[in-house]
């Protein structure tokens, strides 16, 4: 397998790049001197990424719509324009609503699609043209949920997005392997951002401090994540340490996934060890 010079900077596509997860990935590429084109529907939090790394010839700005296929094709040219190539493209930006399938409207369903799920696998299609006819040795990451598998009954579209994107991954991983590209999912527990203080009751009050509460206490390491540790697997990934990682996903979501009963209900059993 050809190696990757490490001394030449990467150019990396990050949706989703203006707050979270999107902004720490572009703060660890960036300070490994890699080239960062962020992408992101809110302009003024865009710009805010962007202020957080210091050299602005290493940036890109696209602001826009992921669901305008137009605007796809823009960031794949415009990132071409700039610096020639694409080495990593990671599909992070995500929209969803919280409802069940009772109330969910065919408009939420399609723009959560849309964006959750069309617009990853059809930039990831863009990209990996570019990166065949280049004869680049790319990595695609697509950060999915662990709600991929641990469905709650209340936020149907995004579920089933978040579902096909782990199998988009392998079928992606299966057509562009032979031309060696890379293709892996990521999927993430709570991790402390916007999205994860958004919950509320019927009455419309604010519960995102109780359920994120419930869920770091089914959590083995009691607590959710930084935005900056999904980065770190984000980055890992995409680096020849991972050379050999394809077809798969990484769980990063601090034991939840396998752990069976809340730490409250072990302890009622346990006191003296939990």
Known sequence: MEELDRFRPRVIIITGASRGIGRAVAQKFACKGDFI?????????LEES???????????????D???????????????????????????AAWRTLETLRTISLENWEKTLKICLTAPVFLSKLVAA?????????????????MADRA??????????????????????ALYGPSGIRVIAICPGNVHTRMSQDFTDSEGENISEGLVGDMENLTPLQR?????????????LSS???????????VIDGGFTHNFSSYKNKHSQFPKEF
Do not use: C
């Open 66 to 92: 992921l669901a305008d296929d137009d605007f796809l094709k823009q960031v794949v040219d415009d990132t071409l324009a700039k610096w020639g190539r694409i080495d990593v493209l990671v599909n992070n």
């Open 152 to 173: 709650g009954g209340t936020s149907p579209a995004y579920v089933a997005s978040k579902g096909a994107l782990l199998s988009i991954t392998y079928e992606m991983a």
């Open 130 to 146: 570019n990166m065949e006819k280049n004869g680049s040795k790319g990595v695609i990451i697509h950060i999915s949920s662990i």
């Open 240 to 250: 020849e340490e991972a050379s050999f990682v394809t077809g798969t996903s990484l």
């Open 37 to 45: 084109a962020l992408v992101a529907d809110q302009k003024d939090e």
């Open 50 to 64: 962007a202020a957080l790394i210091k050299n602005a010839d290493n940036y890109l700005l696209l602001h826009g």
């Open 224 to 236: 959710s994540a930084t935005p900056e540790e999904i980065a770190n697997g984000v980055f890992w």
